[in-house]
């Protein structure tokens, strides 16, 4: 071989190693699904949550920002057919929630109706709104401008007829104070113990509260409501907030990505900015909880929710420390205090729910 043949054959040699050696590197840049971000966003397509015939259900909401997330993302779901949104005071007055309710399915392109309840719990007292969510519960980021308006009808008396039609079929989603509901079943017992299921996002679950070391917001807003929904017969699952504690906590990477997403992203992004305000206030500016999204995720993928224990219920109406407290009573844990096992489980607890895949589902359902 000549020798300028031979410095070639080098040369291409040297080039090869040249174009692997980068080609290695550029692979090594490419994450891993197990590497990927902070909080290890896998591809959308592995989550494996299948679509399944659309369900029929009622949103009742207090209509703070998270619920308006949860909307979106029931709306934007086909595992749900929403027959209607019922709506009460909680996290803001009536007027402002109804207001909530229709920007977030005006956004979502859900025509769904909306009915308000009424403005006072079930002892008839005014509810006192308040909200970690801003003045107008939605981050006070001037968002709320809807176009449509709520129906004519009442709240109460649209769970019933819809109680009444689709019987053993209905699903009530609960993500405020139970007052909507409890009025329903002292109007009509029978008819409300035909509802299919109750989701209810309440009660501390079995970790602490937030509106006192024991009671979660919407039980302690409307205790005697939470109740008497607890002691209807009624199957109820419950969310409580030890569930969207810790891994299913957006955090700030997680608002940019939803802000880059589209303008549901951004909506419901901003919607969340007094919140995260108050959170990093109060010491944890990394991440916030999002409840209300976290139940709809339950209702919406029923296999989202990978553990339940059968529980007794029993909610604290006493007006000391222990009020709106729910206390869980374990089937099949032997308690020495107590001489029997005659309870009636009347709920099965969310134990355990896909905390890392809440976010991705929801960033898959508002594409
Ligand atoms: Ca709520």
């Known amino acids: 071989m000549k020798k300028s043949a031979l410095v070639f054959s080098a040369l291409v040699f040297v080039l090869f190693l040249a174009v692997f050696a980068a080609g290695c590197a550029q ?17 959308l397509t592995n989550l494996g949550y ?6 029929k259900v009622i949103i009742d909401t207090d209509s703070g920002a998270d619920d308006a997330s949860a909307l979106i993302f029931a709306a934007k779901s086909e595992n749900l057919d929403i027959l209607g949104v019922t709506v009460l005071a909680g996290n803001v007055g009536l007027e402002q929630a109804s207001k909530n309710a229709l920007m977030a399915l005006q956004i979502a392109g859900s025509d769904a109706p909306v009915y308000e309840g009424e403005p ?5 007292e005014e509810i006192e709104a308040y909200s970690v969510y801003g003045e107008d519960g939605m981050g006070d980021a ?25 019987p053993d079929e209905l699903e009530i989603i609960s993500l405020g104070p139970a007052t909507n509901i409890a009025k329903a079943i002292e109007k009509d ?18 970790g602490v509260g937030n509106a006192t070391p024991v009671a979660e917001f919407n039980v302690y807003a409307d ?10 017969g009624i199957n109820i699952t419950i969310v409580g907030l030890d569930m969207c504690r810790g891994e299913a906590e957006w955090t700030n990477a997680q608002f940019r990505q939803l802000e880059k997403e589209n303008d549901i992203g951004k909506f419901v992004s901003r919607s969340f900015t007094k919140l995260r305000e108050f959170y990093e206030a109060n010491g944890s500016p990394e991440s916030v909880t999002n409840c209300d999204g976290l139940a709809m995720a339950c ?26 407290q729910v206390i869980f009573y374990q089937k099949g844990f032997i308690y020495d205090g107590m001489l029997s096992d005659e309870l009636d489980y009347n709920v ?20």
């Not at 299948?50 to 369900?55: C, L």
């Not at 006072?120 to 008839?124: A, G, K, S, T, Y």
């Not at 009442?154 to 689709?166: N, T």
Request: hydrophobic content about 40%.
């Open 142 to 166: 001037g968002l709320v401008d809807p176009l449509g308006k709520a129906e004519d009808g009442d709240a109460v008396e649209f769970i019933l007829e819809s109680a009444r039609k689709y």
């Open 120 to 124: 006072v719990n079930f002892l008839e």
């Open 299 to 324: 209702a919406i993928y029923p296999d989202f929710v990978k553990k339940t224990i059968k529980c007794h219920g029993s909610c604290m109406t006493d007006r000391g420390e222990t009020r709106a």
């Open 189 to 206: 017992r029978d008819a409300m113990k035909k509802i299919k299921k109750i989701w209810s996002m309440g009660t501390a679950g079995l």
């Open 27 to 43: 692979q090594e840049d490419v994450p891993l699904p197990d590497q990927a971000d902070e909080k290890g966003s896998v591809p």
């Open 50 to 55: 299948e679509k399944g015939p659309a369900r």
């Open 348 to 367: 099965e607890l969310a134990a355990e729910v896909d905390k890392p895949a809440f976010f991705d589902l929801y960033l898959e359902a508002i594409q």
């Open 223 to 232: 205790p005697e409501a939470y109740k008497v929904m607890l002691d209807s």
